[in-house]
């Protein structure tokens, strides 16, 4: 609301950063593992006076000079000119937080940059001594810019006690921070003993190929084997929203959490049948290239599931992902959004404007994560299943009901608006209020607040020529129809319903099954029946029904019905209508 | 619409603004001379092959193996004044930074592009012959055309009137190319990076090529014309640059404010002091005249930045919440830093001359 968007509607700016980051990522942690990965090798090679080994890290190290430095550098640039177009409010929050941290890393990329210059270019100029002071200066630089970076990353999913304090270290010696940092360190010695196997394969040599291949896969078991703990210490470090969305409850870490399970699978398997087997066989590439790949999933999968932990946030507790600050919530629900954002065109909601500010509050609320008509959690799709009415009633309790989701903030005439642009603006529905001539809540609703002085039977005949729109128009000046009585004050969404129940009364044609309004206000903004269907057509209503009672037991992201017992018989009349009848 | 209604609200400091203005505005002019001397480099790099002489080839060699340190050292110098930029002036950057997403996340790949080729381009120097000559040239312009990208970020943000466009075009395609200042303004840069890549030519070949007494004479010659030329040239595009900007930001410079009048005098003095130094070929002296010369247009910049953000923008009344640990953190690191540099660097003396 600060900032403009970028608005390219097909291609989100999740799936750009994602991009980038996941190709960062694998380079700039290779780059750390692989600073300790030639030392190592090259200590190895003159301690045994092996000048194959020699040559293979001096090659080693040319094509780590072209990779990192260049490629390495640049994506890191990268992210920060993505982040900085895709979350600016979020970056400049980091920033201005982490500004000396950031500047420290500079230091380090500045050494790691001269290290690995003389590294390489006095490789057999210098005497070995000095050179592998060089070469473990460039770790410990290379390692020391993880160490930053990796504090600063983990703020973002546990900020601490930096939430009550702002003091820079609670930021950056945050709860996860330690055993990311292990998690981190052991990924990146895995992915360098991975590389190694890879390059190992091209010796000419017999004898050194041999012993790079064992070499470099020991290297690799081993710091699989210790990344297994460390991530789990990360995981037990989360708060227990974020430890319940990594255990299931969200549908992005479920599909990770398979990659990487596969991934550690294959990458153990392999590794270790070519240690344990004749080395002569891990000649053969396609094991070394299962062996990248499947080392890239673990690693890709640990970074989606951190990226996805922390949802709703950029920032955990602090930032929504559309850069909302949830201290600032509540105050903007009161006053309105569109009034505090910058970047609108629609300062407040007329009849006018209503989609166009739809439009505008689509752009700076929910842009942030959906495209419009794009391959990447598509608004158009998300939403083809929903009403206008359905649409309000989720939009008024998104977060509650699937906690990954940030919370629409603005007031009630925004939220129409919202509602309006998502269902009438994308999906060309009809923008007449489907709770409305919901039979049961209306009635429900008029027998709380009106049955006490009006009888339906005496009201029926008063509002036969009514429509719809002059019975939901009176509600809002009761008082003017007769001063004696009180006005309505109840959410738009009451009135609706009730002036469709009125105006049901006499056009029965038009209630709709209570069960249907139950489906689209409560199961369609996720579960279309087409989607359904093959899925409960062979379930008897029994089970239907007794899954209504514990969906979470069904699928840990699906939170539990809330609704009344007549309400879950309703439900489970309606659905096994739709899927073709009792069984 | 008033644009100052666009502008976003700035987030609180972590320390006073001026540490950040003295990083700023130490770290920006080594970043320029890291970029100065590799658009210098790669220019001279080229020019070699239109001179048929072996001391010339054997010039063009040298440059080529020096191109690809020169680039490293230009991103990483680079990264320290843009996050100090982010610090003060991120609300606006990022602002302009949106309206023109699609040409900023240009800037990697094109990046990516000239560093690989300034590598392909040492590491197969012989192998390429004649058609190095393209090589180089497109490097030099692919780095040109990164200049020219920042020179728009660089002059759309400190411009919020340009930004009301984002509501008709918000896909990340503008640029600020109506800006009168704009062409000005990056030809002045251009001009002063090639002049003064042309001077580390000319210092470069008289020190670490020495060995080679024709190749270093050439060297020096080629760096030291190039500097003067242009710098000749820059009297007249820095001119340009001076006229196009707005009444009340030039008028800073004419007197209205005796500061940056001063800076204005200061460095005309040092222009013409360089130009002398540079037409007698001295290579020392100029170089003593252009690196306070640096600093002096360095900040003659930031006032011409404070002069169009004055209606919008004041970084002094950007609220700070101090602490001073990461602050003296950054320090100690950054001291750590160098005195670890110097030490690799003094261990090259001890390298074998042939491997």
Known sequence: MNYPIWYVPTFGGGLLIALVAIVHVFVSHFAVGGGLYLVMAERKALHEQNSSILDFVKKHTKFFLLLTMVFGGLTGVAIWFVISLIHPAATSLLIH?????WAAEWVFFLVEIVALFIYFYTFGRMDDRTHQTIGWIYFGAAWMSLFLINGIIDFMLTPGSWLTNHDFWSGFFNPTFWPSLFFRSFMSFMLAGCYGFLTATFLDDEQ?????????????LVSLVLSVPAGWWYISALPDKARSLVGGASPTIARAATVAAFSLAALAAVVITMILLNPKKARTRVLTVI???AAMGYMGAFEWTREAARRPYVINEVMYSNGILQKDVERINQEGFLKNAKWVQNKEVTQVNQLEAGRELFLHQCFACHTVGGFNNDIVVRTKNMSYGAMQKYLATIHEKRYFMPPFVGNEAEMKALAAYLTAGLNKKPLTDDAATAGDRGKKLFEDNCAACHGVEVLKPEVADWSKEKIRTALDKLPTLNPAMPDYNAPAADKDAIAGYLHSLNNPGTAKEPGATLFEDNCAPCHGFDVLRPKVSSWSKTKIRTALDKLSALNPAMPDYTGSATEKDALADYMVKQAGGEK | MNPASLIPTADTLAAHWGWFQFLLMLTFPLHLFAMNAMLGT??????????PDRSCHDLSHELAKALPFLVAFTV???????????????????????????????????????????????????????????????????????????????????????????FSTPGGTLLNLADPTL???????????LAVGGLFVAIYSSTVLKHNIAVAETGRKMGMQLFTWLTALQVLVGTWFLLTLPVEVMKRFMGNDKLDTGLLAAGILLAVGTLIAGYQRKVVAATWLTVPLVYVMSFMRDSVRNGYLTPYFDVTKVPSSVQWSPLIFFFVTLVLGIVVIVWMLSRLKYIKKAS
Not at chain 2, 42 to 51: E, G, I, N
Request: hydrophobic letters at 55%.
């Open chain 1, 97 to 101: 937080t982490f500004v000396f941290g």
């Open chain 1, 291 to 293: 062996v990248m790949i």
């Open chain 2, 76 to 166: 990483n110098l680079g990264v320290a004044p843009l996050l100090f930029v982010n610090v003060l002036y991120g609300h606006l950057l990022y602002s302009s930074t949106v309206l023109m997403g699609l040409f900023w996340l240009a800037v990697i790949p094109i990046l990516i592009t000239a560093y690989y080729l300034a590598y392909f381009y040492d590491f197969r120097f012989k192998k390429l012959g004649n058609s190095g000559m393209y090589a180089v040239l497109v490097v030099l312009l692919l780095l040109m055309t990164v200049g020219f990208i920042f020179s728009n970020n660089m002059t759309m943000m400190i411009t919020p009137a340009s930004w009301v466009r984002w």
């Open chain 2, 183 to 193: 062409i000005a303004r990056y030809l002045h840069m251009m001009t002063g990076s």
């Open chain 1, 208 to 220: 050194a190929r041999h012993k790079m291949i064992r070499y470099s896969g020991r290297w690799a």
């Open chain 2, 42 to 51: 790669a220019l001279t790099s080229f020019l070699c092959y239109l001179r």
